[in-house]
């Protein structure tokens, strides 16, 4: 099924890693022909590739996939993110048919005006405490144990009074999913600061669609994990789509997705995301 869109809006792609749902992308841009397509950041992970690289078959073909939309006559935009940070400097390029820039204003059919930047400059987390981030990701189980070796050694140093590290683990983590609010916060004060009447970003792989003082928040999510996207339609509604996979009767072309087919997609789930991705998500 088809559905002829006049945006389309992706980010977090991570090319390059294990964990990129290239594959899922593809159905996706295929179902989903457009006039506009914004590449909002974290494409291409050259993070993750500096360590190894894990380029598959499917990798190549959504680059071509790009790439055959600019010359047919897409207008193609990549805002690089900090994950394909090398790009940034070639901002104000264009690569054959795709421009490359920092950020972006695109004015949708219904003539609100959209802030289009990947967002990793509004990130806290990433810039002051990563270590926040990072003790959300160990276990509370891990941490009540380690309280009582800790509390054990308290007593037998004499060190009077009761401190509970899970207790202040707990009110870091906390403080961490906060992070994710804060984030939309100060990408909906810069969008109002700068009179536009909403935003479109990425970089903490939330798919979202809020309200936030008059401004409206989008974020794309990520194909490595929700495998969500932001479409505009032709009347200038936006929204959020969470791929689920094309439906069993697809036409005459492809075969109906056997066992072994389903069985293959099942398995290409990603087990153990790549490192350079999970430091995302700890991150945010
Ligand atoms: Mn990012």
């Not at 961490?176 to 100060?186: C, K, N, Q, R, T």
Request: a neutral charge; proline letters at 4%; glycine letters at 8%.
């Amino acid at each position: 099924m088809t559905h002829r869109v006049r945006s389309v809006f992706i980010s977090d792609v991570h090319l390059g890693t294990r964990a990129c749902q290239a594959e899922r992308l593809l159905e996706f841009l295929r179902a989903y022909p457009s006039e506009h397509l914004f590449l909002i950041g974290d494409i291409v992970d050259f993070w993750a590739m500096n360590r190894s690289v894990q380029w598959a078959p499917s990798h190549n073909t959504v680059v071509q996939k790009v790439l055959r939309r600019a010359r047919h006559g897409d207008t193609v935009v990549f805002i690089p993110g900090n994950h394909d940070e090398a790009l940034r400097e070639h901002a104000g390029t264009a690569f054959g048919d795709i421009r490359v820039e920092l950020e972006w204003v695109h004015t949708a059919a219904d003539g609100r005006r959209y802030l289009l930047v990947h967002g990793d400059q509004f990130d806290q987390v990433t810039l002051h405490h990563r270590w926040l981030a990072v003790l959300g990701d160990m276990g509370y189980n891990a941490l009540v144990r380690a309280n009582l070796w800790l509390s054990w050694l308290r007593r037998v140093l004499r060190i009077p009074g009761y401190w509970s590290l899970a207790g202040y683990a707990k009110r870091k983590v906390k403080t961490a999913v906060g992070f994710i609010f804060d984030f939309e916060d100060s990408v909906a004060r810069e969008t109002r600061r700068r009179q536009l009447d909403g935003v479109v970003c990425g970089h903490i792989h939330w798919a979202t669609e809020r309200e936030i003082d008059g401004v409206r928040y989008l974020n794309c999510g990520d194909w490595v994990d929700s495998c969500s996207a932001i479409v505009e339609h032709h009347d200038g509604r936006m929204e959020v789509v969470h791929w689920k996979g094309e439906p069993v009767s697809r036409g005459r072309d492809l075969p109906a997705p056997g066992p072994a087919m389903i069985a293959r997609r099942a398995s290409a789930t990603p087990d153990s995301p790549d490192e350079g991705w999970s430091r995302e998500r700890r991150a945010g």
